[in-house]
């Protein structure tokens, strides 16, 4: 069936060196891939989203990269702040969506 | 628009118990989507609904569960009997589809976090 998953399970960085997420899916029709960010007690939100017609996003500290022919995706974060500690969800859609199972991000001060 | 709402924010009950969990999307979202999160299974897809009508319910676990969507703007997810590894945070969402297909960024509700003893 389709699978999407999602690496490093957990993940410590130094405050402002870089941080790397990376995603994998089954589904060769996944058309649009969103990445969430959970903080503690909170809901998921959306950061960034990229679709099957693009190679790369990017928004300030943040950007995303699709691998279509090695169905892989990546988020990456760069100058991380320790706001930026949370779980991120990758995710991947076609006729449904289906998230990865979750990064914990923590940021050494 | 005061987001995707739902009710209530916990709740605690008794195994046995009928629970019903309330979701309202936000207005002009036709697509509305109920996940479980715990902390071993992450975040699970239970059911979608398009424009009210039910597309997918493969990630209901079990008969125990059931979700109905009267009109666009009301949603219930209903566990009877409830049992004790019912308990997780349960999150509805909602989105519109853009044109051509392509879907769009799914707006989260609170949660409601849900304790079966």
């Known amino acids: 069936g389709e699978n999407v998953e999602q690496h490093p399970s957990t993940l410590s960085v130094q405050e402002g060196d870089s941080a790397v997420i990376k995603c994998t899916y089954s589904?060769?029709?996944?058309?649009?891939f969103p990445w969430y960010k959970q903080e503690l007690g909170k809901r998921p939100q959306l950061i960034i989203d990229?679709?099957?017609?693009?190679g790369e996003k990017k928004d300030q500290r943040i950007a995303v990269t699709l691998n279509k022919t090695a169905k892989h995706f990546s988020l990456h974060i760069t100058e991380t702040q320790p706001e930026d500690s949370a779980v991120y969800f990758c995710?991947?859609?076609?006729?449904?969506?289906?998230f990865g199972s979750g990064t914990r991000l923590s940021i050494r001060p | 628009d005061a987001g995707v709402i739902q009710s209530p924010r916990h709740e605690v009950t008794e195994m046995g118990q009928e629970v019903t969990l309330r979701c309202k999307p936000i207005?002009?979202?036709?697509?509305l989507f109920w996940y479980r999160q715990t902390m071993m299974r992450g975040l699970e897809l239970l059911i979608y609904?398009?424009?009210?009508?039910?597309?997918?319910d493969s990630g209901m676990p079990e008969d125990r569960f059931s979700a109905k969507m009267p009109n666009a703007s009301f949603s219930t997810l209903k566990i009877q009997p409830s049992e004790p590894r019912d308990s997780a945070v349960y999150f509805c969402?909602?989105?519109?589809?853009?044109?051509?297909?392509?879907?769009?960024?799914?707006?989260f509700g609170p949660g409601t976090r849900l304790t079966v003893l």
């Open positions: 207005s002009g979202h036709d697509y």
């Open positions: 995710a991947a859609s076609t006729s449904k969506i289906i």
């Open positions: 589904d060769s029709a996944s058309n649009y």
């Open positions: 969402a909602s989105s519109g589809r853009l044109a051509g297909g392509s879907y769009n960024e799914q707006f």
């Open positions: 990229i679709r099957s017609n693009v």
């Open positions: 609904f398009n424009n009210n009508v039910p597309i997918d």
